[in-house]
């Protein structure tokens, strides 16, 4: 049977943390889904769709599928619905496993979907999309943290 | 390509925690390897052929492999040797992530396997070799802990 | 002198790990009073008085006295006027550990309360009044959580 | 019924922080009583007679009875011939809490025994009895940590 | 070349572990700099140019600068302006210090900025600006953690 | 007055951690005294003078001064000798926090003397003497993590 992983996420913006980990968590499955929240609610720096775009544009493994979801909807059964074997989820430190810890055991109880965990590498331990986007609006230098073509558009929109 | 995992310990004694773990860590991938550590100078209760037996009796899911290994061998070289996609570690709370972030920093470096990450399931989180040793030692109960030939084994070691 | 813990919370709604501690903790004091805040600023699932009734109506110990407290009280002086020996809090892991002890801290210096911690059990580690209800907003099951009556009023209530 | 606390430790030597925890723990129960480790292969300072009658010497509180127990006992047992309500313990931070988990888990489901956990005061939370030693070994003053008499006593077997 | 550290901060209100470590941070550098926040969107307790003039009535190092700074500008930047040697911060516990990890992180990557923590006192770990304005708008006893005339200040503000 | 600070460390090896922490230490003070732990009774890789040679080679700030000092002595008692101003410690995750916090408490208490902390690199978080002797004895690359000298050092004593 195959091994379809789910790793679930905002990517606004997709950065060079989630870069590392998708591409690490790509060689782990046969196949990877990348979903990208559609939640109209949040005020998005880029749509979904350019969200999309980024992640298709940059990511190079060629086992992976990009598909929006509905944020209202529970990530255990948005697995269920694709068949996934497992949700892929990236921890940095002990506060980001006690999260996971809590979110790991909701998703078992509610479909049985097991939970594995990619640790982030340490020199992209702090990268994170609300960082890069506060670092940006004060027109600090981003171009080590996100893909060159997505530092340029963050370059425009916080120069107007 | 097969997806290969590989989860290595001493399992001395194999106990309930170990059991969920590699029965989960079965689903992920088409075979799980079980690596045994063979450490003549740590003085095991169980010899290596009783610990392998064991795993083999206990564990129902019919995508695993149990061997041996050298306890004096880097588990990076093992994973190479072996074919593997990835080891997989169980983690239960803040200082085992440190421990295993480590693990996975050098791991990385040494022959670029990937480590990935299963939580333990809360109510097996306490339940560790070390104790289940030190419970037997004083005569407590230690069958919710071990599968129950196991359990019988360790009464007849420690009773004498 | 009789010994009188105090137990402090919204129970909004209780649930089972809110069951297990307030039952251990009965058996530690002559009397222990369970204070139920009254906030009528926060947008409570139930009001004051259902609380107080669910309350009354799931826990068996005869040593419990369920009261209401005005939450814009400190509550080392709400220990104060009780007469209680202790304030009894439940600790999980170690971000509330954190907050205890800064709690505990500044009950001390108030009106020289102690304060003792009942641990949480593991499997009820995750089992939190926020995580059920959003549970129940995207209609999960929450029947393993809480009381089977109040599990019930609230399938009603978030069908609606 | 009445209500018994059991608090055990080495006492190797009894510290400011010890009085402080059995003095408030004291408060909670209608007896405390303090289990003190006989332990013949751990090499002590004090002898077990020596360490019984500092905690005579210093405690005031008129509920407390001094006790020793053979280390090589289950805590747990111990509170059961004892019968007593609750064991008592002192947490400082993380990784005492950790470790309280798992003893709190084990011994509840041995004999069932509730575990109860006072926070070391912030100032007294460096304060061990491993510590005081070492800097009474580097002729460091320890006056400010141990009763007078205890640091007189240990100044006389350091100098020598 | 001389040695320059900057401290920034609210200071609304100064209190007792912001004395001891500006205190203490004083005698690290030739001149220690203190950024006050201004920052009009938040709504301050005391005015910019009352919380200078406490911490220059309170702080009796005089090696001490107290500046006021705009909270829209990034510290690194600030830093860099003053020809600051370091940033210096004050730690408490694991929460704060992956907060200050990150913050280093992102400073050291924009500037070059160094970062210098100081460890807070045990005894002072639990004092901050936000609990003692949560206790004196409980009519609580605020004291003990502030300068006598600040408290003076705050007892009329909430009297009122 | 010259600012002094003081770091120990048994630097057996020196590796890549040491160097940019020593370095980054170096800008803070006018001197920065490296002490070097003279433990006959700990079975070190290289001789002190090897180590002093190494860190005088390898560091290439002028204001460092490399000592050795006998490790049976309290690291607060030489800063006060040598008139240090300061300790400076690296600190990298929660638990070399906890032990830092206990030490500085400490030292504190005996002479007065102030902490100094500086974090670790997030990519050099992991690198450790202890670690590093574990690499080289699995005749792992032990290259990206100590000074080329020291590497080739390390290899041949090894290999032997």
């Known amino acids: ?9 905002s990517f606004d913006p997709l950065h060079n943390g989630h870069v590392d980990v998708l591409t690490r ?3 782990l499955f046969d196949t990877l889904i990348v979903g990208v929240a559609d939640n109209p609610a949040k005020n998005a720096l880029f749509t979904l769709d350019a969200r999309i775009q980024q992640l298709t544009d940059t990511l190079a493994a060629d086992n992976l599928r990009v598909v929006s979801f509905d944020s209202g909807k529970l990530t255990a059964k948005l697995a269920d619905e694709m068949g996934a074997t497992a949700l892929v989820r990236s921890v940095r430190n002990a506060a980001d496993l006690e999260l996971e810890k809590r979110l790991a055991f ?3 109880q509610l479909t ?7 640790l982030a590498k340490p020199e992209l331990e702090f990268v994170t999309s609300t960082h890069i986007k ?3 609006r004060f027109h600090g230098d981003i171009t080590p943290y996100v893909p060159a073509a997505i530092a340029q558009k963050m370059k425009e929109i916080y120069e107007n």
């Not at 049985?112 to 990619?118: A, M, R």
């Open 1 to 9: 049977m195959a091994k379809i992983g789910l790793f679930v996420g």
């Open 25 to 27: 968590a790509a060689t």
């Open 106 to 108: 909701y998703n078992r």
């Open 112 to 118: 049985g979907i097991e939970t594995v965990i990619l």
């Open 134 to 136: 506060e670092l940006a």
